[in-house]
C-alpha cells in the first residue's frame, strides 16, 4: 500500500467545509443510533462476513456512541490507507468515483428521525457508517472499491457505461453475499443494516447465483424493495481478481452498443 496523492477531487467546492459536528448531535440522534444498533447487530453475528464482524471490533462502533469519523479516520488509516470524507447527501458521480478512487469513502453526518426508524428515500449517516465502514478494514475490499471507481473515472461522460458499472457496484457493495465454510454470508451494506433483508437474503426465497460479471452487468436491480437476486463471492480476493474481467466485459459491452448505433 503506497500513499496516494491528493486529486482534484479534495478542492471540489462542494466538499470545502464540510465536516462533522460531534458536538451538535442531539439526545434524539443518540437515541435513534443506539436504537437502529441495538436492533441490527444481535442478527449479525450468524449472518454477517466475519471481515465485516472484525472490521466494527477493528472501528469500536458501540449502541452508546455514534461513530466519531476524527477517531475512525485514524483507525482507517492505520488499517488500510483509507478516510471517511463528508459530503452534503447524495452527490453526482463524479465526485462519488472521484473520492473511492483517492481512497475517501463519502458519507453523510445526518441520522433519520424517530420516525424514519424503518424508511428513509436516501441514505443517513447509519447506513453509510455502520454497514459500510466496518468493511474499510478489509484490504482487498477496499482495493475493489478504489480500482473499480478509477474504472468509471475513464468512462464517467458516458452514461451507459456507469449504468454497467453501478449494476457492478450494486450487487457487491451494497447487496454481495459470500460463502464462508459453505455458509452464506453478508458483506453488502444495503444488507447489513436491513433487519428485514438481513433474514429475506439469506433464505431461500430468493435466488443465490455466483459472482458473474456478464451477468450482473446485464441485471435490473431495485431501489424500492427486497432484490430478487443475490450474486455470491468465494472471497475478497476473488472480488479484486475480477477488476480486469471487468474492464474487459466492459469495453465490449460499450463496443457493441457503438456499432448497433
Same mark, same amino acid.
Given at each position: 500500500?503506497?500513499?496516494?496523492?491528493?486529486?482534484?477531487?479534495?478542492?471540489?467546492?462542494?466538499?470545502?467545509?464540510?465536516?462533522?459536528?460531534?458536538?451538535?448531535?442531539?439526545?434524539?440522534?443518540?437515541?435513534?443510533?443506539?436504537?437502529?444498533?441495538?436492533?441490527?447487530?444481535?442478527?449479525?453475528?450468524?449472518?454477517?462476513?466475519?471481515?465485516?464482524?472484525?472490521?466494527?471490533?477493528?472501528?469500536?462502533?458501540?449502541?452508546?456512541?455514534?461513530?466519531?469519523?476524527?477517531?475512525?479516520?485514524?483507525?482507517?488509516?492505520?488499517?488500510?490507507? =483509507? %478516510?471517511? /470524507?463528508?459530503?452534503?447527501?447524495?452527490?453526482?458521480?463524479?465526485?462519488? +468515483? &472521484? #473520492?473511492?478512487?483517492?481512497?475517501?469513502?463519502?458519507?453523510?453526518?445526518?441520522?433519520?428521525?424517530?420516525?424514519?426508524?424503518?424508511?428513509?428515500?436516501?441514505?443517513?449517516?447509519?447506513?453509510?457508517?455502520?454497514?459500510?465502514?466496518?468493511?474499510?478494514?478489509?484490504?482487498?475490499?477496499?482495493?475493489?472499491?478504489?480500482?473499480l471507481s478509477g474504472i468509471a473515472l475513464k468512462h464517467i461522460d458516458n452514461? =451507459? %457505461?456507469? /449504468?454497467?458499472?453501478?449494476?457492478?457496484?450494486?450487487?457487491?457493495?451494497? +447487496? &454481495? #453475499?459470500?460463502r464462508e465454510n459453505g455458509e452464506l454470508k453478508i458483506y453488502g451494506a444495503?444488507?447489513?443494516?436491513?433487519?428485514?433483508?438481513?433474514?429475506?437474503?439469506?433464505?431461500?426465497?430468493?435466488?443465490?447465483?455466483?459472482?458473474?460479471?456478464?451477468?450482473?452487468?446485464?441485471?435490473?436491480?431495485?431501489?424500492?424493495?427486497?432484490?430478487?437476486?443475490?450474486?455470491?463471492?468465494?472471497?475478497?480476493?476473488?472480488?479484486?481478481?475480477?477488476?480486469?474481467?471487468?474492464?474487459?466485459?466492459?469495453?465490449?459491452?460499450?463496443?457493441?452498443?457503438?456499432?448497433?448505433?
Amino acid at each position: 500500500m503506497t500513499d496516494k496523492p491528493e486529486d482534484w477531487v479534495f478542492s471540489d467546492p462542494r466538499l470545502q467545509d464540510l465536516k462533522q459536528d460531534y458536538e451538535a448531535y442531539t439526545e434524539e440522534d443518540f437515541k435513534v443510533w443506539k436504537i437502529l444498533y441495538e436492533r441490527q447487530m444481535p442478527n449479525l453475528p450468524k449472518a454477517a462476513s466475519q471481515a465485516y464482524l472484525d472490521g466494527v471490533k477493528i472501528v469500536n462502533f458501540t449502541a452508546d456512541k455514534i461513530a466519531n469519523f476524527e477517531d475512525l479516520n485514524q483507525i482507517l488509516k492505520d488499517t488500510t490507507g =483509507w %478516510a471517511v /470524507q463528508v459530503v452534503p447527501g447524495l452527490i453526482d458521480d463524479d465526485l462519488f +468515483f &472521484g #473520492l473511492l478512487n483517492n481512497r475517501r469513502f463519502p458519507s453523510s453526518t445526518w441520522l433519520r428521525k424517530m420516525e424514519q426508524l424503518d424508511y428513509l428515500e436516501e441514505p443517513d449517516m447509519f447506513h453509510d457508517a455502520f454497514a459500510h465502514m466496518p468493511m474499510l478494514t478489509n484490504q482487498h475490499y477496499v482495493d475493489f472499491l478504489e480500482k473499480l471507481s478509477g474504472i468509471a473515472l475513464k468512462h464517467i461522460d458516458n452514461p =451507459w %457505461a456507469i /449504468q454497467l458499472l453501478s449494476s457492478i457496484y450494486w450487487f457487491t457493495i451494497e +447487496f &454481495g #453475499l459470500i460463502r464462508e465454510n459453505g455458509e452464506l454470508k453478508i458483506y453488502g451494506a444495503g444488507i447489513l443494516s436491513s433487519k428485514g433483508e438481513t433474514k429475506f437474503s439469506l433464505s431461500d426465497e430468493p435466488a443465490h447465483y455466483p459472482y458473474d460479471v456478464k451477468r450482473i452487468m446485464n441485471q435490473e436491480y431495485w431501489k424500492d424493495k427486497f432484490q430478487d437476486k443475490y450474486f455470491v463471492i468465494e472471497s475478497f480476493e476473488q472480488l479484486y481478481n475480477s477488476i480486469p474481467e471487468i474492464e474487459s466485459v466492459l469495453e465490449k459491452m460499450l463496443t457493441k452498443e457503438a456499432r448497433s448505433e
